[in-house]
């Protein structure tokens, strides 16, 4: 209703409403390396096959339901959240704007929407909370190789107020990621992306002193740490023990892995494939979905990301069993072309092109869709 009040008088959003232009608009403002180290993933097939996915499904309007209030919000981990989707972790956000997720952060908060906060963020977890106030907030672990900064990392966000931890377990190791190889560049390498490790005691404690210069040393013990290959679904019952709150595995896929999940006794799990940054060729998150969701059969928590950039996405991922979803790539634009704002209007118009969707698709909430508003394959060609 605001951009078409002020259309009356003349004026059009400065921040465009098509996707396709924002993403211009972020590339116009992004240097080459920034836009393609988010644009870009571990190839192109995965990317396209998580949009495509969504047409493989088709909504199956209903008329004369009242549809004069509607509820978009949803329960998770035992708590309602009044809206349907949390902003994705997304990491190094100093490389898209200078005040990189502390911006995100305020976004967030004035579009009342939750937030993940990356462990490689460019601004420590206590001042992201801090710009949160009271927006619900999460936090994503880089399970690193060390125990005892693990849990240093898990008590900080507790203490901060973040509700859950999101452990991602698709990034083993970063992918062959053409782009930034072309471009030579990760920028981790110039220290970017460490905030919460460079103001950590237990990461602090373990840096090698000179000779070697501050930096180097602080990548390299970072680059050390960032990850345990190795690991396996045994080594949860120790994550388990160091924190209280809720956990959530980010990256599972395959219904064998979410039912291993359920039973090592996790609250949730979050079927996505890193937006196609780590194994391109991999199925369409959206594809993974109902068979993960029929696997877990509603034991625990399931969120969806990897393609989500309208209503119509959310409401099918909804009616395939997502309890909620993750909004990635294009607030991460917003936030190139307007900071905060740009975060908050991208936001906003999801929330409102879900609204719009579920009232013309004629449900009242986002709780009644289920599989029977949905037609796929053959049926919807
Ligand atoms: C990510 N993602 C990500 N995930 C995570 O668990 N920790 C992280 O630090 C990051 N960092 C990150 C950086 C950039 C630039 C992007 C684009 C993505 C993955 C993210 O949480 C989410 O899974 C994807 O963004 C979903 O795909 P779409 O919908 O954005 O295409």
């Known amino acids: 209703t605001r951009i078409y009040l002020k259309g009356a008088k003349g004026e059009r959003p400065s921040l465009p409403v098509r996707l396709e232009a924002l993403d ?15 644009a870009g993933g571990a190839g192109e097939a995965t990317m396209a096959a998580n949009l495509a996915a969504f047409d493989d499904y088709r909504l199956v309007p209903r008329v004369l339901t009242d549809v004069s209030q509607r509820d978009l919000g949803r329960t998770l ?9 949390l902003l994705a972790p997304v990491g190094v956000q100093e490389i898209v704007h200078p005040e990189a997720e502390v911006a995100v952060a305020r976004g967030a908060k004035a579009a ?6 990356s462990t490689v963020a460019s601004r420590p977890l206590e001042e992201v ?8 907030r999460w ?8 125990d005892a900064l693990a849990a240093s990392l898990m008590q900080r966000a507790e203490a901060a107020g973040y509700e859950a931890v999101v452990v991602t377990l698709d990034t083993k190791m970063m992918a062959w990621r053409e782009r930034d190889l072309d471009n030579a560049y990760l920028p981790f390498l110039s220290g970017k992306g460490l905030a919460n490790y460079t103001t950590d005691p237990v990461f602090c404690a ?14 390299r013990h970072w680059s050390n740490v ?8 045994t080594d949860l019952e120790r994550l388990r023990q160091a924190t209280e709150l809720p956990i959530l595995l980010k990256g599972v896929l395959h219904p064998d892995d979410a039912r291993k999940a359920v039973e090592a006794g996790v609250e949730g799990l979050i079927v996505s494939n890193h937006g196609g940054r780590q194994v391109d060729g991999s199925i369409a998150a959206l594809h993974a979905l109902g068979p993960v969701a029929e696997a877990v059969a509603g034991r625990v928590a399931v969120v969806f990301d990897s393609g989500i950039r309208c209503g119509a996405d ?34 906003l118009r999801l929330l409102a092109d879900i609204d719009l969707s579920l009232a013309l698709t004629g449900a009242d909430a986002l709780d009644r869709l289920d599989r029977t508003w949905l037609v796929s394959g053959r049926e919807n060609s």
């Open 112 to 117: 009342g929407v939750p937030m993940i906060l």
């Open 24 to 38: 211009r608009l972020a590339r116009e403002r992004l240097s080459p390396e920034a836009y393609w180290y988010v």
């Open 129 to 136: 909370a801090a710009a949160l106030g009271d927006t619900p």
């Open 139 to 146: 936090f994503q672990l880089y399970w690193p190789s060390d």
């Open 226 to 233: 960032f990850a345990a290959p190795g690991r396996t679904w």
């Open 314 to 347: 959310v409401l099918k991922a909804i009616a395939l069993g997502a309890d909620a979803v993750l909004l990635g790539r294009p607030y991460v634009w917003g936030l190139a072309c307007e900071g905060a704002e740009g975060v908050t209007d991208v936001a």
């Open 206 to 219: 373990a840096l090698a002193a000179p000779p070697e210069s501050e930096l180097r040393a602080t990548v």
């Open 77 to 85: 981990l035992g708590r309602r959240f009044s809206v349907p989707f």
